[in-house]
């Protein structure tokens, strides 16, 4: 017979290990793919905690070429003028699926760009892709406005073709394998259709309305999501600057909701430098980031910059002295989880056209101050990404 003081430490720490199992929290995020690999799902659960107290700083094409140079391995403007990588990556697929084409619209070789993708994988980083897709009615590049996107959807002419791009795409994110044993999949944040809100593309404005690009989106989604099975997105929305807005209502005028969407972005060059009248850029830009951060946490979304930068760096404290000023405007606007500056092109393909400094150039000393601010992480800063703990 057990006597009652055994009898009570047992009962004791079964309750103890019924705890332990029950006290576990179900993951608190809805991703729009309820199927998101583990890594996927960690992604977001750690870019969403991390957004609380930093922000993370991105590059477009930084392993690809800067400003002197291209294709040389290990290269980055950013490691040279900051000492380390950044921590997110951004890469482009325009001009994906133009047959028997092997780079990009920027000259970067989608072989080599996988290599780089899994490289600052896996060193931690974190990976964008955005796609300034071709225009299939016309032949015609991406800022081809001529109206489309009705024939792609179900029942248009083009159709087809359509899927056959969304195909390729599939096809590319498929292959993003880490080289560890698992050879798991590598977490993408996808930034399908940007600056909507602006003219300039075939998706833009001007050539879709507000059912097209909804269906658009959504079609795209589900197509990847459910038809191609791929699990390893996040869905990341970005119009143009906010200040181009008549109020932030717009923000949400062609969204397609908030089941396709993980990440509210937006991108914008130009409040910093007045443009649209503010008399503080900063200010103005502050309080755009502290009304996207706020609907984000609202919506249990993460909000981020999904492009910005200054061409030529002309002004050599726009890092620590505008940008970062923005991102700790408020307490809301401290909550955007990274921002990503553009492309560094070569000065032989396109001159002066550069959004972060190189080593030696005038911006390289406050761009060291940027990355040295506690708040601001860079690669070599990043806690582990991709693990999921807590849930
Ligand atoms: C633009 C410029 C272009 C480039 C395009 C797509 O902002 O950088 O030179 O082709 O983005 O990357």
Redesign the pocket.
Known sequence: MMNNGLLFACIGLFCISCQATEQKPAYPYTLVDAQATQETKALFANLKKISATHVLYGH??DLAYGVKWENEQGRSDVKEASGSYPAVYGW?L?DLAQIDKAD???GVDFDNMKQWIKEGYQRGGVITL?W?MNHLGTEGD?WDTTRVAHRLLPDGDLHNEFNAMLDRFASFVSDLKADSDQQELIPVIFRPYHEHTGWWFWWGSESTTVEEYVSLWRYTVEYLRDVKQVHNLLYAYSPNSLSEFDSYDDYWEKYPGDAYVDILGFDDYFTLQGRYGHEDGVAALGEHLSWLASQARDRNKIAAITETGLEGMTDPTWFTQKLLKAIQYSEDSKQIAYVLT??N?QEWT?EG?FYAPYQGHSSASDFRSFREDGFVLFEDELPDMYTLTGF
């Open positions: 477009e094409d482009d325009g990009n619209l920027d955005s300034h991406t553009w492309r092109a396109k056209h």
